[in-house]
C-alpha cells in the first residue's frame, strides 16, 4: 500500500466499526456525520477497497472492512501507548470499575496489566457482579465505568462477541435427567433468560437447580454433576467441557460486550481507562 494511514482516519473508523452507526460515532469524535462520511470515502480512496456496507440499522464492515480494523486497532493501541509514555502524559487517582465474574477471569489481568504500564500512578478498584447489578451500581454512581453482557440486536457498541455454552464436568455422559437440572445466573442475566427461552422453545422440561449471581457457586455446582451450567465460552475451565451440539440441548446465543460510563462527565482517567478497553479488548 503506497499511501499513508491517517491515524485520525483509523480511529474514526474503528469507532464507526464499534458504533454501527454513523450517527452514534460522529457523537463520539466530535465530528459532523457528513464530515465522518468523508473521512470514510477518503480511507477507502487510500485503501481502494470498501470498507462499509450501509444497511437500514447502520454500517456493518466489509470483508475488506473487517481486516483493517485488525491491523487499525493494533495501530491506535501503539500510538497511544507510545503517546503517553514519550510525552510523560500519566494519569492519576482511583478509577472504580465494575466487570462480571466470568470476564474478570478470563480478561482482567491482561487488561489491568497493560493500563498500569501506561499510567502506574493510577489505582483501579474493581467490583465484580452480575451486570444487572452493575448496571444499578453505576446509575447510583457507585462506579465509573463497567463491562457489561449486551444481547447483539441491542443495537449498540460492541466490543467483542462471546457465545453462551453449556457446561458439564468431563466425565458426565448423557442423557442428561429430565427435567434438566440447571445452574443459572440471577434470574436478570441474560444467560438465565436465554437458557430458559431456548429450552422453552425446544419443549424440554427442566428445573432451576441453582440460581446464583456467583461465578465460583455456578462452577462447584457444575463440577459437582449436580445440574448443567451456563457460562459464556471464555468463563470455562479447563476441567469442565462445553457441551456440543449432539448433547440434545438447544443452541444458545451468542451475547456482546459493552462499556458502561457518562462519557459527556467521565473524569480523564475514567476516559483513558475506557480507551485502553476500547482498543485491547477486541483483541484478546
Known sequence: MAQSLDIDLLRSFATVAETGALSRAAERVGRSQAALSMQMKRLEDLVAQPLLRRTGRGVVLTVQGERLLVHARRILASHDDAVAELSGGRLNGTLRFGCPDDYAQAFLPTLLRGFAH????????VVCGATPRLEERLARGGLDLALVSVPLAAG??????????WVAPRGAAA???DPLPLALGDPDTLDHRAARAALDAGGRAYRIAYASGSLSGLLAVARSAQAVAVLTRAAVPPDLRILSRGSGLPALPRIGLTIRLDEAHAAPLTRAFAAHLRAVLPTL
Request: charged share 40%.
Open 156 to 165: 449498540r457498541e460492541i466490543l467483542r462477541r462471546e457465545d453462551l455454552v
Open 175 to 177: 442423557p442428561w435427567p
Open 118 to 125: 501506561l499510567h502506574p500512578d493510577a489505582a483501579i478498584e
